[in-house]
């Protein structure tokens, strides 16, 4: 242990690597971080029915997860919100990323920051907001019927998640050069072929990572939702959480790492798309 | 000349905050010229080329190509394309769509397109990498793309916007040579901006010398060289002795003037001066001998030899002279018995045929 721990060729200042404090400090950063998610997929396929202890493999918790109608419902709800509001707020988000990056015009420093709000507000506070603004307008008690009523929730989804789709793109939109346009108006194009087949292009990992942000987004937000559902329009998490109150049982466990599965591939396809491509300049 | 393709003008251009970029600038430039835009950066040149190509909207003046006044006619509709100094090859394309790009958003039919797209690649020798993207290309590649990309469009006019700054000084000197026979071949007017004066003479069949906006001088490369108008192009094409002087009278076919470091002098001269003049005198029309010349009429002057600089074909020599005024001369090592001949400290005398001053009012 000692012989790994302590190397004999002397450290450099920079080599924080070798340092031990250092590994201890990443170490507990990473059991805390980790290790009660890593516990919770692996009691999503333990026989007992009580989070503590470990009594054999099954998955029979998928199985009850799949079959509980509540449960269910609540994840299709959550997918039908996180598709409307990704395909919505990719292209509002778009634009203002587009529309950030492009132009100037009075007022940019205070409308960037009226765009970037939702970032920063704490959701609470905007969930508040929100249902008081829907029950000022009378779509929170109405009923309207599934799946009209998911319509708050979509709304909502799309406020706070357009922003970050904006700065992804926008941040994209940096590394073009604009030349790329010119060369495009030179050659013959005009306005909206230039931005088809010059723009968009160029956008498009942008948006691809702004919408899997915006999904993942939506999927797996709480407060804010919960202050905009009703009765006929849980969503997943929410569902959980009410479950939860009456003790966790290895099915939500199920249901969660489906949940966290999804997430993970969404993240790291966005990252993907995110990442600097060689040909990013022309 | 021939028939002007292009007339500029009273051009201008101010931006916004009061720059005056291109300052009232007037000139034609003539079917299948080899045209330059030469000047220091900041002068004008690449503003001018993009109001010559619609990308930068004028502030005044008149813009003519092929007779046509160009004020309505936007950068996509204009007889002009340009190769940038970027080159601005679109990344997300091959080179084939890139080539075919022009031809594409303009509705030419796709067998034509085909036809024109393959001509335009073999000219510029990048058929076997039709199908490659850009980044796996280096940059002499990308640019050669570029003027696919432009030339397949047959403009009436080529712009290049510093097309050789991005490469390497070997890819330069066969890129230079490369454009001069492709502008051959094409036969259309390429105007080129460039800061580089070697880029420019070596090209060029015209060329327009710009400094703050203005231009200063329109001339062929060895009329710039050998009669410059001013101090600024004497100075700015190839190297030059500036020496100041004081006249003290004129004929009608000399002048006779007092010269810093050089005493009283008489040069040749056929217009009138003012009180000061510039002389100004090439370093390879400059001579160095070890014994004070004896030719009649010579101008000449002693000094010391300041530095010798070996370039292997020459030698540059800086020798100073009295008055502080240092002269440089450059001596062709045209036998292989050592050098330049001089050595540092030696005492030498300088000494050119007053002809091969030019006497610079401005």
């Known amino acids: 242990m000692a012989a790994v721990l302590w190397n004999r060729t002397p450290q450099g200042p920079l080599e924080y690597s070798r340092r031990l404090w250092l590994k201890l400090l990443l170490f507990a950063t990473f059991f805390f971080l980790y290790s009660p998610i890593a516990v919770l997929i692996a009691f999503s ?35 039908i919100i996180a598709f409307c509001s990704t395909l919505v707020s990719t292209l509002i988000g778009g634009m203002v990323g587009l529309q950030l990056w492009r132009f100037r015009f009075p007022g940019k420093t205070a409308y960037e920051a009226f765009m970037a709000l939702p970032i920063v507000i704490p959701e609470i506070s905007m969930g508040v907001a929100l ?8 779509w929170l008690t109405s009923d309207v019927g599934w799946p009209l009523n998911l319509g708050p929730i979509i709304v909502a989804h799309i406020a706070f998640s357009f922003p970050f789709v904006s700065i992804v793109v926008r941040s994209r939109m940096v590394g073009f050069n604009v030349q790329l346009e010119e060369a495009s108006r030179d050659l013959g194009a005009n306005q909206w072929q230039t931005f088809r087949y010059v723009l968009v292009p160029f956008m498009k990992p942008g948006l691809v990572a702004g919408a ?59 990252m993907k798309l995110q990442a600097p491509t060689k040909a990013a300049k022309g | ?50 109001m010559i190509s619609g990308l930068e909207p004028m502030s005044g003046g008149q813009i003519l190509i092929g007779g046509e006044d160009m004020a309505n006619t936007p950068p996509n509709k204009r ?19 890139n080539v075919a790009y022009g031809l594409k958003v303009t509705g030419v039919a796709a067998d034509e397109t ?40 047959r403009p009436k006019v080529l712009l290049l916007d510093e097309p050789l700054s991005a490469l390497d000084a070997k890819l330069r000197e066969d890129m230079r040579l490369e454009l001069t026979r492709l ?98 005198t090439r370093p390879e029309k400059l001579k160095i001998t070890r014994q004070e010349p004896q030719e009649p009429g010579l101008v000449k002057v002693q000094g010391l030899v300041r530095d010798v600089a070996y370039y292997g074909d020459t030698s540059h020599v800086v020798v100073e002279a009295a008055d502080g005024l240092n002269l440089a001369i450059n001596m062709q090592n045209d036998s292989r018995g050592g050098g330049a001949g001089v050595a540092r400290g030696q005492k030498v005398w300088v000494h050119w045929l007053p002809a091969e001053s030019i006497i610079l009012t401005e």
């Not at chain 1, 249902?131 to 009378?138: N, P, T």
């Not at chain 2, 007889?79 to 769509?97: G, I």
Request: proline residues 5%.
């Open chain 1, 45 to 79: 396929f333990n026989t007992s029915k009580r989070n503590i202890t470990w009594q054999g493999f099954t998955l029979n918790n998928y199985v009850v997860a799949w079959n509980n109608p509540d449960l269910l419902d609540a994840f299709t709800n959550s997918l």
């Open chain 1, 131 to 138: 249902m008081a603004f829907f029950i000022r307008i009378g």
């Open chain 1, 212 to 270: 899997l942000l915006a999904f993942t987004l939506s999927l797996d937000d709480f407060v804010i939702t919960y202050f905009t559902s009703g009765p006929g329009s849980v969503t997943f998490p929410v569902k959980v959480y009410s479950l939860v109150r009456r003790g966790v049982t290895p099915d939500i466990n199920a249901a969660s790492t489906v949940l966290i599965a999804i997430t993970v591939i969404a993240t790291v396809l966005a």
């Open chain 2, 1 to 50: 000349m021939s028939e002007p393709i292009v007339s500029i003008r009273n051009v201008s251009k101010k931006f916004p905050g009061g720059v005056v970029a291109v300052d009232q600038v007037s000139f034609d430039i003539g079917q299948n010229e080899f045209f330059a835009l030469l000047g220091p950066s900041g002068c004008g040149k690449t503003t001018l080329l993009r």
């Open chain 2, 79 to 97: 007889p002009t394309n340009m190769v940038f100094q970027s080159y601005a090859v679109f990344p997300h394309m091959t080179v084939e769509q």
């Open chain 2, 114 to 153: 085909k036809r024109r797209v393959a001509e335009a690649l073999d000219m510029v020798k990048l058929t076997e990498l039709a199908a490659r993207k850009p980044d796996q290309m280096s940059g002499g590649q990308r640019q050669r793309v570029a003027l696919a990309r432009a030339l397949v469009k």
């Open chain 2, 183 to 280: 502008q051959e071949t094409v036969g259309i007017t390429f105007i080129i901006v460039t800061h580089d004066q070697d880029e420019a003479l070596s090209m060029a069949s015209r060329i327009a010398v710009m400094e703050k906006g203005a231009v200063q001088q329109i001339a062929t490369p060895a009329e710039l060289y050998e009669h410059p108008v001013n101090r600024f192009v004497a100075d700015f094409i190839g190297k030059v002795n500036l020496i100041d002087a004081r006249v003290t009278s004129q004929s009608a076919t000399a002048v006779h003037c007092e010269a810093k470091g050089l005493g009283r002098i008489d040069l040749p001269a056929n217009k009138p001066c003012g009180a000061t003049v510039c002389i100004a």
